[in-house]
């Protein structure tokens, strides 16, 4: 067995990657991600995996270095992507050994969905959500509450209206949206080229909706297709947006949209448990998946685990501050912020 460290410039060794995580891993392990955040933040890519004898792909771990002078020197799997770490944990050894042999750095966070690594301390407040989809119409309309199917019927009729192109106008809509929804959580927001690189690397694979009623702009989402699941990326309704249900009906449009595209799953996304968010998702009766983050201090050339608190849960106060700042003041440093913060 041997690690080695993909080039994302050789388009067959990343077709390899690309083919193996089709089969075995997530959208979050895509090479794509390369493009999105070392683009938009200059984070250094150190995707690696392991290869036998036969040069078959045997596991896959993505991560960035995130490195400022006396601030952070952390590798991390990934940030700013919900989950990620090692598809095949059993090759956690054969990692740990290349990383202290070939790269600098001070700490390791691992953002590993489902699967646990040997039995390391970890922290999982969070839980990611996917519906396996039902057949027809029919059985999906059943997952939704009474008043929420009420809702889709004014998609029909013209009152809530789904402008689905993907252009510039309809990329600046969302933003004007997510912009509001984030200052409502007090969660600085992405650079916009995060954005328009995130739309750039995943282009025929993304769809973005944009929902009005009554010529206003309720409601937004971005949805990612990768092997046979639409994963969520974000479901935005500003809370003074609510009563017109755009989420419900955003989530029913791409539920529905799924299945018309022969697609096996819908994945919800991530949420802290015991939020509103999860419990929304948790009646769908979609299956619950640990979001389960490790966390390692370099000591002494040996890596020690340790459990830290997740960023909401140490920088609280930060959120505190997000809310009372005016749009504007957030637009001009948010984007410098956020880079840290994931």
Known sequence: MIVKWLNPKDSAEVQRWEDFVLKNGYMWHSSRWIDVIKNSYGFEDIYLYVEDGSGNILSVLPLFHVKAHFFKDELVSLPHVEAAGIVNVDYFDYYERFLLENVKFKQLRIYQFNEKIKDYPYNNIHSVFILDLPDTEEELKGVFKKKEKASF????????????????????????????????????????????????????????????????????????????????????????????????????????????LGLERYSFGRSPKGSGAYEHKKRFNAGEYPLNIYSFDLDMGVLKPRVKPFVREKYGWVSKIVKIVPVPILNLVSGSVRKWVY
């Not at 402008?163 to 600085?188: A, C």
């Not at 092997?227 to 009563?243: H, T």
Request: proline share 2%; glycine share 4%.
């Open 153 to 260: 019927k004014r998609i029909f009729n013209q009152e809530l209206e789904i402008d689905t192109k993907l252009n510039e106008k309809n990329i600046q809509r969302f933003l004007r949206l997510m912009k509001l929804k984030m200052r409502e959580f007090g969660t600085p927001w992405h650079r916009e080229n995060f954005f328009y690189n995130l739309f750039e690397a995943f282009k025929e694979k993304i769809k973005l909706a944009i929902c009005s009623f009554e010529n206003m702009d309720v409601g937004a989402g971005v949805v990612l297709v990768y092997g046979d699941v639409m994963y969520e990326l974000y479901l935005i309704v500003p809370a003074k947006f609510r009563k017109t249900r755009a989420g419900s009906t955003l989530e029913y449009y791409f539920t529905s949209m799924a299945m018309d």
